[in-house]
């Protein structure tokens, strides 16, 4: 509908922008409540929040078809969210039970499916390159549109692999999207103290289209995804796209005691100045698109679904210990 | 086998493996191989020559120098629908894709609850005597046999390679194949004209014989069969018994050899410890104490890198030799 009452304050339509609210509203609530359940150990292993990073996944993913690709990461939680994952099937995955996506076998870093195109996030930092980059390959060879998207912190700019997926995704033109959240810390190391020379700039030795932009608003996000992803659709080949970003928590639940690596006041000025959800609801309300009880009824909506979403994973079973050795080979 | 009718066809081992890789190829549209000079060259052993010319490069791909690169596009390419079969050239670069290989492709399946498939080949090479010293020598068909999720093929005869290389590509899972590089020209054999494939895990007899189990791998297969020649001229009937695959293992046709010859000596050309002959022989241990005679015995590639000097790396592969006097002391003969 174009009428005057539901005209989009931007090129993005009203429902889109509401829909960008809500799934970074679902990925920062799914978070808080794994951080509950770890430190209530209910849940084993390693938990890496995305906490603060949401605008990233969400604007990236809402810019893909549900038969695209996506790869992801130890920090995977909110691209497997975004890319259309049902929480109590993730919930369920984390906490090891057999109900979860991969019938808990993989955990938190591994979460994987089909369905929605997840090939699946990777504990092996920039593992997953040639992954998304086969996909793609995949697609263009099988005469598809699909485009896939690699997810990857910076600091898998350390990594040789990348630069191999690079090159050949250039080369032979493939409909693949290399996303590099740059949070500006490897675990407990600023990334200037690991990371030589320009990012971008690797992408411009490859002679591959690139763009930088601020990943906390996420309408910046969707836009500049949504011009690359279409480009690679179209067969013109891939893009680098580095969006910059903050992680409020620790490197994991248990990272705590973060004074010696990065400044508290640093902290506390991305969570209160840059907080992509805050910002993102403030411009909904200053644009007339929503007021306040509109986005209070999606938070509240939101909290009923991830409860009950916990609720089913912590009340179901864990897998019999028979099943160890089913799913190894196909 | 039925009597054939025309003359016996036969092709050398490099010849056998093109024609499975044609003959999938033409069959499923799936299929595409890459790796580094496989196009006009054919490869660096020029095994594949000729291809390229029938499939075009879209599907006899030339890659850059990056192994873990397109062998990780392979992984993914596999899980999105295609069959790829990923050319390394030497079994050495094996370690150069590994973490794609065991942390990535071995594993998808099972950390998925089963969900993806990674149906890729892996083609490496293997075999010393080449005098190419140590980086490029090496029989590393052990590293992949020790990972969950993968199936390893180790053909020792032109047939074997055909129908285990067509399996290799129907299969759903990462298979990686060591095809042996002196093999290539030098093992010729009997390639029947139709269509067959050899399941993974299914040993095979080579020579039936009574007082000892020879069990060799790959290029070992041709030297045990050279030592079980020169044993029956002193009375001694040697069995050799191939494996063809470490992953998945046919423990039973291996254990019941060895139960009927109560002696056995593994032969395989990776390095001899902590290696294949190892895992065979305790699996022989375990499952045929009680029918043995004495100790299982191994021999395999001496445990040093590959030397380049034609005198000192001929001495680090087993020789017919060796198993000969080997199992003549066993056998008391
Ligand atoms: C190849 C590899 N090396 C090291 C690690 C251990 N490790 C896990 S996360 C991490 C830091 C990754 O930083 P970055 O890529 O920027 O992602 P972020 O955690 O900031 O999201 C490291 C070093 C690993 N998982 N894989």
């Known amino acids: 509908m174009s009428t005057a009452a539901t005209k989009s304050p931007s090129k993005i339509p009203t429902d889109k922008l509401l829909r960008l609210y809500k799934q970074m509203v679902a990925i920062r609530l799914f978070e808080e409540r794994v951080n509950d359940l770890y430190t209530r150990a209910l849940m084993p292993g390693l938990a890496h929040l995305y906490i603060g990073e949401e605008a990233i996944a969400v604007g990236v993913c809402e810019a893909l078809r549900t038969d695209d690709y996506i790869t992801s990461t130890h920090r995977g939680h909110g691209h497997c969210l975004a890319k259309g994952a049902s929480p109590d099937l993730m919930f369920a995955e984390l906490l090891g039970k057999e109900a979860g996506y991969c019938k808990g076998k993989g955990g938190s870093m591994h979460i994987a499916d089909p369905a929605t195109g997840n090939l699946g996030a990777n504990a092996i930092v920039g593992g997953s390159a040639g992954i998304a980059?086969?996909?793609?390959?995949?697609?263009?060879?099988?005469?598809q549109d699909r485009v896939a998207v690699c997810f990857f912190g910076e600091g898998a700019l350390g990594q040789g692999l990348l630069y191999e997926e690079l090159n050949l995704a250039q080369l032979w033109k493939l409909p693949v999207i290399f996303v590099c959240e740059n949070n500006g810390y490897n675990e407990y190391t600023h990334f200037s103290e690991s990371t030589a020379g320009d990012v971008s700039a690797r992408a411009d030795a490859f002679g591959m289209a690139n763009e930088t932009a601020d990943g906390q608003n996420v309408r910046e996000v969707f836009a500049v995804a949504s011009k690359y992803i279409e480009r690679a659709r179209k067969?013109?080949?891939?893009?680098?796209?580095?969006?910059?970003?903050?992680?409020?928590?620790?490197?994991?639940?248990?990272?705590?005691?973060?004074?010696?690596?990065?400044p508290k006041a640093e902290e506390q000025e991305w969570v209160t100045q840059r907080d992509?959800?805050?910002?993102?609801?403030?411009?909904?309300?200053?644009?007339?698109?929503?007021?306040?009880?509109?986005?209070?009824?999606?938070?509240?909506?939101?909290?009923?679904e991830m409860d009950a979403a916990v609720e089913f994973a912590v009340n179901s079973p864990y897998p019999d210990p028979s099943k160890v050795d089913q799913d190894i080979y196909a | 086998m039925p009597e054939l009718a025309t003359a016996v066809r036969e092709l050398t081992f490099g010849e056998a493996i093109k024609e499975a890789i044609a003959e999938e190829m033409r069959r499923d549209p799936r299929v595409v191989l890459m790796g580094e000079d496989v196009a006009e060259a054919g490869t660096t052993f020029k095994v594949l020559v000729g291809l390229v010319d029938e499939f075009g490069k879209e599907r006899i791909i030339d890659t850059p120098i990056s192994e873990a690169g397109f062998t990780g596009l392979g992984v993914g390419a596999a899980m999105a629908g295609m069959r790829p079969i990923v050319d390394i050239m030497f079994g050495d670069f094996l370690m150069i894709i590994m973490d794609q290989v065991a942390n990535q492709a071995a594993k998808i399946h099972y950390m998925s609850g089963g969900k993806w498939k990674v149906p890729l080949v892996i083609r490496a090479t293997m075999g010393a005597t080449r005098r190419s010293a140590a980086q490029h020598s090496q029989s590393l068909h052990a590293w992949p046999s020790h990972i969950p999720g993968l199936k390893v093929v180790v053909p020792s005869t032109p047939y074997d390679a055909k129908g285990l290389f067509k399996a290799a590509v129907r299969e759903d899972n990462p298979v990686v194949i060591f095809e042996h590089k002196i093999s290539y020209r030098k093992v010729k054999g009997h390639v029947p004209d139709e269509d067959y494939i050899i399941p993974l895990g299914v040993a095979d007899v080579k020579r039936e014989g009574t007082d000892i189990t020879l069990i060799a791998l790959s290029s070992m297969v041709q030297v045990a069969l050279g030592a079980a020649k020169m044993l029956e001229e002193v009375g001694?009937?040697?069995?050799?018994?191939?494996?063809?695959?470490?992953?998945p293992l046919d423990e039973k046709t291996?254990?019941?050899?060895?139960?009927?010859?109560?002696?056995?000596?593994?032969?395989d050309e990776g390095y001899f410890r902590y290696g294949i002959t190892g895992e065979l022989a305790s699996l022989i241990q375990e499952q045929a104490f009680f029918d043995l005679d004495g100790p299982v015995r191994r021999l395999g590639a001496m445990h040093v890198p590959i030397p380049f000097s034609p005198s000192l790396e001929d001495v680090t592969v087993p020789s017919e030799r060796q198993v000969f006097d080997l199992a003549r002391q066993m056998c008391n003969k």
């Not at chain 1, 796209?241 to 990272?255: A, C, E, I, P, S």
């Not at chain 2, 291996?254 to 032969?267: A, D, G, N, P, Y």
């Open chain 1, 133 to 143: 980059t086969g996909a793609a390959y995949a697609s263009k060879y099988l005469k």
């Open chain 1, 235 to 262: 067969g013109e080949g891939p893009a680098f796209l580095q969006f910059k970003t903050y992680r409020y928590h620790g490197h994991h639940v248990g990272d705590i005691a973060r004074a010696y690596y990065r």
């Open chain 1, 276 to 304: 992509p959800i805050t910002l993102h609801g403030q411009w909904l309300m200053d644009n007339g698109v929503a007021d306040r009880a509109v986005l209070d009824k999606v938070q509240a909506d939101l909290i009923a």
């Open chain 2, 236 to 247: 001694i009937s040697a069995e050799v018994v191939d494996p063809r695959t470490t992953w």
């Open chain 2, 254 to 267: 291996l254990v019941e050899s060895v139960k009927k010859t109560s002696r056995c000596i593994v032969i």
